[in-house]
């Protein structure tokens, strides 16, 4: 209920001190601290499991969002220079690399889910405040928004910078 907390007898967890707890009616999904960062996954709130993702020990994953029934998760490939890189999950136990589109030096650290899809935002570690829009249908494909370009996002962005937003952004899963 929101209400009333218990304690469980699971073994503790160490979440990172940013992590995003997001749920949906399969369960919910969490990033856990350590490196690389991880994904715990609960059924029920009370049993938690680590869960892997596929690819290197390298990546890093920096934001997640339920959607649909689903579940998803961005990041950092921590190649120099990084490279962002999603992962999307039907359950919450199995994970799948998404297709991101090349972009070399940026790394994912923020995720939403609206009702017709995905928005996340990317940061340029090489250039502090240049930031990128990115959005996907489905959370499989993952493309560098133009939005932004185009004046859609009104004054978060700087005028004549595309890809560079200049705000931040959340969501409920019906509106961004």
Not at 107 to 126: E, K, P, R
Request: net charge negative; proline share 4%; hydrophobic share 35%.
């Amino acid at each position: 209920d929101g209400v009333t907390w218990t304690s469980s007898g699971s073994a503790q967890m160490r979440l990172n001190r940013d992590s995003d707890l997001v749920g949906n009616q399969r369960g919910a999904v969490t990033i856990l601290e350590g490196s690389p960062y991880r994904i715990a996954f609960s059924a029920d709130g009370i049993t938690w499991q680590t869960v892997s993702l596929p690819g290197s020990p390298a990546f890093s994953v920096q934001g997640v969002a339920a959607f649909g029934t689903g579940f998803v998760a961005v990041g950092d490939a921590g190649t120099t220079p990084g490279s962002p890189v999603a992962w999307w999950s039907a359950d919450g136990l199995h994970w799948t690399r998404a297709a991101v589109q090349a972009h070399a030096g940026d790394g994912f650290y923020n995720v939403h889910a609206g009702t017709d899809g995905l928005a996340a935002i990317s940061s340029t570690g090489d250039t502090p405040g240049r930031n990128s829009f990115w959005t996907s249908l489905d959370g499989q494909s993952w493309t560098v928004s133009t939005a932004d370009r185009l004046g859609l996002l009104g004054d978060c962005c700087q005028a004549g910078v595309p890809g560079s937003a200049n705000g931040a952004f959340s969501g409920d899963r019906t509106r961004l």
